[in-house]
C-alpha cells in the first residue's frame, strides 16, 4: 500500500473530524438551554476531537491524491470509522453511563442509520444526547446517498450505475458535475427532512419529537425520543405520515432530484422502484389480511399497522407501533424476510436492495432459456440497458458473502449463548441495518442493552459491512489490497 494514500485517507478523516466537533456544539447548546450539565461533556469533546482533527489536517495536509479504486475502498472504511468512533466519545462520556463498547455500538447504529439501540429510560433521556443520536443518523444518511450514488458504482462491487439525468436510464450521472449533483441533493434532502417535521409538529407531535423524528425519518434511521418509539403516539395520521416519508425516502435520490428538479415523473418508472412498491404493497395488504382475520382487528386499523411496520422494515428504518410479533407466526415470517430484502439503490435505505432482486430475476430467466435454446444469446437486461458481466458477477458474490456472513455471525451469536431467533434475528437486522429483531429480547419491544460487549463488537462490524456494502470493507481485508 502505498504511503501517500494513506496520508491522504488521514486527511479526509481529519476534515470530517473538524465537521462532527463543530456538529457537537448543537447538542451542547440545547443541554445548555434545558439546564442539563451534559452540555460540558459536549463542550469539552468538540474542543478536543477539534484540537486533534485540526492537527492531523495539517501534519497530512498534501496536494490532491491521484484517485484510484484501491485510495476509494480504502477512504470509504476510514471515514466510516471515524465518523463512529468520534460520535461514540459523548455517548461514552455522557451521563447516561455507557461503556465503550455500548457507546460504539449506537454511535455506529446511529451512523449506519441502523437504529438499533442499547439505551433504556430514552423518555428521560439528556436532550442533547437524544439530538446527538439524530444527527448522527442525519449526517450518515447523506454519506450514504453519496456513497451509494458515485463510490461503491466505481469500486465495482455491485453497486448501480450512475443515474442519468434526462432520462430514466440508470447508466450516467444525473448531472454534468458532482457540484451541482450536490447541491440539488442537499436541498431534497433538508426540503424532505423540514416538510416531515412540520407534519409530524402539526399531527400532534412537540417541537423537540417532530425534530428528531424528522431527521431519523429522513436518514431511515429509526432512532426515536421514546422507548415505545411511534407507539408512544398512538396517532393514526402520524403513522400514515410517517409511512409516506419513509416510503419516499427509500427511493433512489437521484431520481427524487428528476421529480422535483426536472418535473420528470416518467424518472419513477425505474424497476427498482416498480418492483420495491410492489413488494410493499403486497407484504402489507396480506399482513393486514391476516391482522384482520386472526386477531379481529378492524381493517382501517389492520391496514394502517400493517403498512408502517412493513415499511419501517423494508426501508430499513426501524420504527415500531406496538410488537407486531404479537400478531401471529405468518407476520412474524414476513417481518423476517422483510429483514432481507430492503429498499432502493441510491436511497438511505439499506438491505439487499431492489435492484439486486431485478438483476437475479432476469440472469435466473435468462440462464432458464437458455436450457432450451443453449445457441440463443439472451442478455440481462435492467430495464432498457443490458447489465455487463462483471455486474452481474458482483451481484451473485455479494448475495453469496451477505447470507456467509450471515451464517457467520449467527453461529458466533449461538456460541455466545443466545437461542436461535434472537441469533439470526440480531446478525440480519444489523447486516441489513434494519433496526430491532425478533424475540423476547431485540425484538419491537426490547433493544439490544441485555447482550455483553463480544456481542455488541459483532453486531457493530456486521452494522458496517452492511453499509458498506460488504465487499468494500471486506476487500481491505484481503493481504493482496495492501501490497505494493
Known sequence: MNANLIRHAVHLAAILGLYLSGAMLIPALVDLYYGHPDWQVFAVTAFMSGAISSTTFMATRAGPPPFSKKFGFLVVNVLWIVFSIVGAIPLWLSS???????????????????????????????????????????????????????????????????????????????????????RAFLVVYVSITLLCAISYAMLGMNRFDAINHAMTTVATGGFS?????????????????????????????????????????????????????GYLTAFSVAVAAYHRLANGVEFHLALTYAFFNITSILSTTGYASEDYSLWGPFVVMVAFICTFIGGCSGSTAGGMKAYRFVVLFNAIRSALNKLVYPNAIYAVRYGKNTVDADVQRAILLFFITYILLWVFGSLVMGALGYDLVTAVSAVITCLSNVGPGLGSLIGPAGNFSTLQDPELYLLSLMMLLGRLEVLTVLVVLTPIFWKQ
Open 96 to 182: 447516561v453511563k455507557l461503556d465503550f463498547a455500548q457507546a460504539l455500538f449506537e454511535s455506529v447504529s446511529a451512523v449506519t442509520t441502523t437504529g438499533s439501540t442499547v439505551i433504556v429510560g430514552l423518555d428521560d433521556a439528556p436532550p442533547g444526547l437524544l439530538l446527538w443520536r439524530s444527527l448522527l443518523s442525519w449526517f450518515g444518511g447523506i454519506g450514504i446517498v453519496v456513497l451509494g450514488l458515485f463510490i461503491i458504482p466505481y469500486l465495482r462491487v455491485g453497486g448501480m450505475s450512475f443515474f442519468k439525468m434526462e432520462s430514466s436510464d440508470t447508466s450516467d450521472k444525473p448531472f454534468a458535475r458532482l457540484a451541482s449533483f450536490g
Open 225 to 277: 425520543t421514546h422507548d415505545a418509539s411511534f407507539g408512544y403516539f398512538s396517532s393514526i395520521p402520524l403513522l400514515w405520515a410517517s409511512t409516506f416519508f419513509m416510503t419516499v425516502c427509500s427511493l433512489p435520490f437521484s431520481i427524487l432530484i428528476v421529480l422535483v428538479v426536472r418535473g420528470r415523473l416518467d424518472a419513477l418508472r425505474d424497476p427498482q422502484i416498480i418492483v420495491f412498491l
